[in-house]
């Protein structure tokens, strides 16, 4: 399954458990400023099964570039593609006249943490965009486990993969209690109890180390408590389900406008839900990977093990973490000093 909390793309009538009232997630955004016009914008969707199809050979082994140029007498090296729940291969995106994303490659493998960093404008929360499919790419491809996804998501059938995105914003419904924030997507969809649904909540609130506010509204918390909401919002799942997908989370800029020790707090909250290895592909509810776009340096540090380096719309660099200061790269040397368009804050 591919559900993002997060789309404003595909209009579906819908009756609301927490109020009774019938409405329509993903018409205009202009049509309501209620929480549920907030609603589109920032929840629930799933990739139909019909719009991903094999792609032509692309399960099998294959020979990676830099083995065929660089050794082209050798054994071939062959590429385990097995443990890849999302692939972009040469994405190109453009708005009106500006050209954003120019080819931009990359996987994000089972049981990774992954951090896109760049300069400011240059097209990270585009590309998170994409792989949730709220976002088409003008050229070039998604695979979601192997599979091409053809368009955007919708609300349909279920295949294989749920990816969740994290807005920077936290986009909370305002006139929703933080309890019918987080369970918002069981109360309308899922068939537990709301008894089920309210102790659920409360044991997720918990383990993001928030206690006692099931009754507030957002106006009422801190911008870092608001944050945890929206991280609890999208790691709570149907107890009352078998499904066995992994997750993928996508969060832009978790840890924008907190302070150090907000932030601390975020950063590791996204590595406490998050699991690796071999048990990330069969427990449902539990982040088999993430990706974060960010420009803090401390959640580089601390909530990433793997950075993609995204610069005038290619990725210019990839490696590992404590690879990035020590990197030779020009382009990076610079953007980690700080003298990019930047700022990475040290
Ligand atoms: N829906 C849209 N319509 C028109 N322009 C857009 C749209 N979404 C993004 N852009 C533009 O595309 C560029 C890249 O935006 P994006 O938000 O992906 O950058 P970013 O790297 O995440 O930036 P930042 O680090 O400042 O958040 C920006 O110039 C932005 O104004």
Redesign the pocket.
């Known amino acids: 399954m591919v559900s993002v909390t997060g789309s404003m793309l595909f209009p579906l009538k819908m009756q609301s458990r927490t109020t009774g009232r019938r409405f329509f997630v993903g018409s205009s955004s202009s049509s309501s400023s209620s929480a549920y016009g907030q609603r589109m914008s920032v929840c629930g969707c799933m990739a139909s099964s019909q719009n991903l199809r094999e792609a032509d050979g692309y399960a099998a082994a294959k020979l990676s570039d830099s083995c065929k140029l660089e050794n082209l007498n050798a054994v071939p090296e062959i590429e385990d593609e097995s443990d890849v729940l999302i692939e972009c291969k040469d994405v190109y995106?453009s708005?009106?006249e500006?050209d954003?994303l120019k080819g931009v490659s990359f996987k994000i493998r089972r049981g990774e943490a992954v951090g896109i960093i760049?300069?400011?404008?240059?097209?990270?929360?585009?590309?998170?965009?994409i792989m949730a499919g709220l976002?088409s790419p003008d050229k070039g491809e998604v695979f979601i486990r192997g599979r091409r996804r053809l368009g955007l998501i919708s609300d349909e059938e279920i295949s294989g993969l749920r990816i969740g995105l994290v807005f920077?914003s936290a986009a909370l419904f305002d006139s929703l209690t933080v309890r019918e924030n987080v369970g918002f997507l069981l109360y309308e969809n899922s068939t537990m109890s709301d008894n089920q649904i309210d102790a659920l909540v409360t044991q997720t609130l918990a383990a993001v180390g928030l206690t006692g506010v099931e009754d507030r509204l957002p106006s009422e918390l801190s911008g870092g408590m608001k944050k945890r909401v929206a991280l609890a919002r999208s790691i709570i799942f149907d107890t009352t389900k078998d499904a066995i997908e992994p997750e993928v989370l996508l969060y832009?800029?978790p840890t924008a406008g907190l302070d150090p020790i907000a932030s601390t707090v975020v950063e590791d909250l996204i590595r406490s839900v998050h699991l690796k290895g071999e048990v990330a592909l069969a427990m449902p509810g539990k982040i088999a990977s993430y990706v974060v776009?960010t420009?803090q340096h401390s959640t580089i540090r601390r909530a990433v093990d793997r950075l993609l380096f995204?610069y005038e719309g290619k990725i210019v660099w990839q490696g590992m973490t404590h690879e990035f200061t020590s990197s030779q790269n020009p382009i990076v040397q610079q953007f980690a000093s700080g003298s990019l368009d930047g700022p990475i804050k040290y």
């Open positions: 995106k708005f009106g500006k954003i760049g300069p400011s404008g240059t097209g990270k929360s585009t590309i998170l965009k976002l920077q832009d800029e776009v420009h995204l």
